[in-house]
Structures are given as C-alpha cells and as structure tokens.
C-alpha cells in the first residue's frame, strides 16, 4: 500500500511539474474588445503587444530558465530549451527546491529530474528509487489524451496547456487583461526591454482550475509582468497569484531564440506508460 501511495504521489507531481515547470498558463481566446470606452486609448498598447506575440511565435523556439514557488506546497526551477513550431517540444532539467514536495521527492530518491516533450506526450526521468516500484522503468510517458485518469476529467485540457505553454502565450495572456499598462523601460540582463504589466481574472486563466485539481490551490486573480526587447521579443515574465497554500510565484526569463531544440523519446525498454501504470494500480484489467 505504501508503495503504491508513493508511485501515485509520484505521478501527481510529475505531471503537475509539467504543468508548471514550462510556463504556468496561457490565456483562453479573448475578444479584441475590452468592453470599455477607453479602446481607442489602449490601441497602441495592445497593437505593440500583439507585435510582440507575433514575433515571438515566429521565433519557434527558446532557452528557458524559470522559479516557481508555490507557497509551502513547491518551490522548484526549470531550465532548457523548447521549441513550439509543430506542437511544443524540449528539453527540461527541473528541481525541487523547496516546500512538501521536495520532501516528498526526496522519499522517492531524487529531487531532480529531467522533462522531454514532445507533441502527443510528456516523458519524465523520474529515477532509480521510483523506478524500483514501476518494474524497473526510469521513464514516465504521460499522452496527453490519457491525462483524464489523473485529473478527472480535465486530461484532455492538461493536453492543451502543455502543448500551446509557450513564450508567445504569455504575452497573448496579457493581452486578456483589462488593465494593461506600460510601466517603461528597464534592463533585463544587459538588455533594454519595455515593461508591461497587468492584472488577469482566473476566468482568463486557463489552467486556474486544473491547478486547483492537482495543488489543491485554487487562483483567484494573477499580476502578470512581461519585459519585450527591441526585437519584440519576450525576455522575461513574472507572474504572481494569491492560492490557498500561498502566494505563487514563477519568473522566467527566455533568450537565445531560434535554438536547435532535441526532445528525443526515451527508449521504450525503460519507459513505463501512465495509463498502464494507473491501471495496476486500480487493479482495471
């Protein structure tokens, strides 16, 4: 029984990692129209915003160094190199760093693992402790359209975030917010970028819900912080929401655009996939 708690929680966070170890949202589609009838004053903002979305979506890829911190629930950081021209793709080197859930990583012999993914699925390197209670596999496979099974339901919605988590959704996720304002120019490492800030309702926000499902937090409202270079390019993000285990955290910064990104799969010899390791675990034949 212990073990099987153990290779469940394990599954928990491999996936809920994937959840935020990328980018942490995206926006739902949005009108153009805010609704107010200040439109004609937020013009330009939000015609340099869509530049910037644009820009960054054609780039099709980039390297990622982000910190999350969940309350007392995770802290952790990512970093590596994903690519979003065919489905999103990369490469991940995340660690727990903090909170019950590097604790509870530790239990499960590493604190560190790496994320690769690819368009119908995400694999993690979860390590040899785990892997002594999945029958030797290192490997997780997790295709986004069996994620139901976890999530109760909101699989196929996971399968959407991780797929569309990609620099030019967070600028797109700004772009949904109501206020949006230039605070000015600043420097972000050694670079001058416009800053741009905003306040998103957890009705924008499209993995609000799913977060609560695995976290157990749910997001109420979230600032969101985004720094656009010359080139129109994002360099980096800071968003910050009040949850029930805390404030969440996560900033992250992209350069080195257009790098070549690999995510190759993992052999098939030390993967174990999820549905079937769920379903040992249920007993389901």
Known sequence: MQGTTVRRVGLMLAVATALTGVAACTSQDSSDDPGRDDR?????????LRSAERATEHAESARVESTTTMGSLMSMTADGTLGWSDGITGTLT?????????????????????A????????????AKFAEQTGGKRWIRYAYKDLGALTGGSGSHLGDQMRSTTPNQSVKLLLSSGDVRKVGEETVRGRTATHWSGTVAAADVADAALRKQLTG??????TVDIWIDKRNLLVKKVEKARMATGLMTQTAHYADYGVRVRAERPPASDTGDFEDLMRKRTGTP
């Open 40 to 48: 004609a004053a937020r013009g330009r903002s939000l015609a340099a």
């Open 116 to 127: 690769r993914y690819l368009p119908d699925a995400y694999y993690a390197r979860m390590g």
């Open 94 to 114: 995340i660690t727990y760093t903090g909170g019950t859930v590097a604790d509870t990583m530790r239990r499960l012999g590493t604190t560190s693992m790496e």
């Open 217 to 222: 937090a749910g997001v109420t409202t979230e």
